[in-house]
């Protein structure tokens, strides 16, 4: 089956320091990957996508590379702002618009 | 863009009582969504898809007589909770795709509900 592995948090860091939140799947197919963003009290957010392997998605300074040979989809930033403060999802979609979530990973970012 | 509304954002009803959720596709048609439902520091668990036209198809371990789905129309979708009950508060969040793109969903804003 399809499943979507985070790493657990929270993740603690001090502004500008750097982030990488670790992200594997196991999938049949060829998914696309995305990691969304849900700031607290709000909906999900698309933070960034990428639809086939070495393809690198990035937005406002997050970074994730699809690496099929590990099954992987990390997310990085350089420089992390307190306003990055959120919950970070990892999330697969084999083509038929389904999502499949990991658990989220909480990232809080103190000046 | 395309845009996902959800309505409304939160409410409080009383246990026994039903709860309609809306979700709108604003600049686009859908004829397919997605019901996702979110506790209270755990990730989003698919709970069924919308069908436009047709019933739904709900995932394992959710009550359909109790999450009633209606997708009237390639814009809307909406999630009934009936005879609400304390247990089902939580964090409810739809998505849906353009029609003939299945490389990205968009969301709603979620709704939070609470049975008291």
């Known amino acids: 089956g399809n499943s979507v592995t985070q790493m657990e948090g929270p993740v603690t860091l001090s502004e500008e320091a750097f982030l990488t939140i670790n992200c594997t799947y196991t999938a049949t197919g060829y998914p696309s990957l995305f990691w969304y963003v849900q700031y607290p009290g709000e909906g999900l957010q698309l933070l960034l996508k990428a639809t086939k392997a070495d393809d690198k998605g990035s937005n406002k300074g997050f970074e994730a590379t699809y690496r099929k040979e590990t099954t992987s989809f990390h997310l990085e930033k350089g420089s992390v702002q307190v306003s990055d403060s959120a919950v970070y999802f990892c999330?697969?979609?084999?083509?038929?618009?389904?999502?499949?979530f990991g658990t989220g990973t909480r990232l809080l970012v103190s000046p | 863009g395309a845009v996902v509304s959800q309505h409304p954002s939160w409410v409080i009803c009383k246990s026994g009582t039903s709860v309609k959720i809306e979700c709108r596709s604003l600049?686009?048609?859908?004829?397919?969504m997605f019901w996702y439902r979110q506790f209270p520091k755990q990730s989003l668990m698919l709970m069924a898809t919308?069908?436009?036209?047709?019933?739904?198809?709900?995932e394992q371990g959710v009550e359909k007589d109790k999450f009633l789905i209606n997708h009237a129309s390639l814009t809307l979708s909406t999630l009934t909770v009936t005879s609400a009950h304390p247990e089902d508060s939580s964090f409810y969040i739809c998505?849906?795709?353009?029609?003939?793109?299945?490389?990205?969903?968009?969301f709603g804003q979620g709704t939070r509900l609470t049975v008291v």
């Open positions: 999330a697969l979609n084999t083509g038929f618009q389904k999502l499949v």
């Open positions: 919308s069908n436009e036209g047709s019933k739904a198809t709900y």
């Open positions: 600049d686009f048609q859908a004829t397919t």
């Open positions: 998505s849906a795709a353009r029609d003939g793109d299945s490389t990205e969903a968009f």
